[in-house]
């Protein structure tokens, strides 16, 4: 069992700044492959951004790619995603997660563990 929550959400205004942390406890944190998924109000949820076990393989969403950066500290047992420039239709609630698999996915069903979200708010 992984524990996660995440913080660091809030209302930043477009072309602002955010970072999300999601502190993760139980299990070996470095045996999970983490990700980050975002659901906004009446639509689905979807992927935002992945990391692989150890931190050196990263993926992104074409929507946040070259805008929000994914890292992990496995040493702390946290994962940060760094989001900037952000734009109004980056508004949701932000999730993370964690999949017992060195590689990640961009699939949410492939996830074993989710945090409870963190709202991030941008206003234009």
């Known amino acids: 069992q992984v524990h996660l929550v995440e913080s660091g959400g809030g209302m930043v205004q477009a072309g602002g700044s955010l970072r999300l942390s999601c502190a993760a406890s139980?299990?070996?944190?470095?045996?999970?492959?983490m990700a980050w998924f975002r659901q906004a109000p009446g639509k689905e949820r979807e992927f935002v951004a992945a990391?692989?076990?150890?931190?050196?393989?990263?993926y992104y969403a074409d929507s946040v790619k070259g805008r929000f950066t994914i890292s992990r500290d496995n040493a702390k047992n946290t994962l940060y995603l760094q989001m900037t420039i952000l734009k109004a239709e980056d508004t949701a609630v932000y999730y993370c997660a964690a999949r017992r698999a060195m590689t990640p996915h961009t699939s949410a069903s492939a996830y074993d563990y989710w945090g409870q979200g963190t709202q991030v708010t941008v206003s234009s």
């Open positions: 139980g299990r070996t944190f470095s045996n999970y492959a």
């Open positions: 990391i692989n076990w150890i931190g050196t393989s990263t």
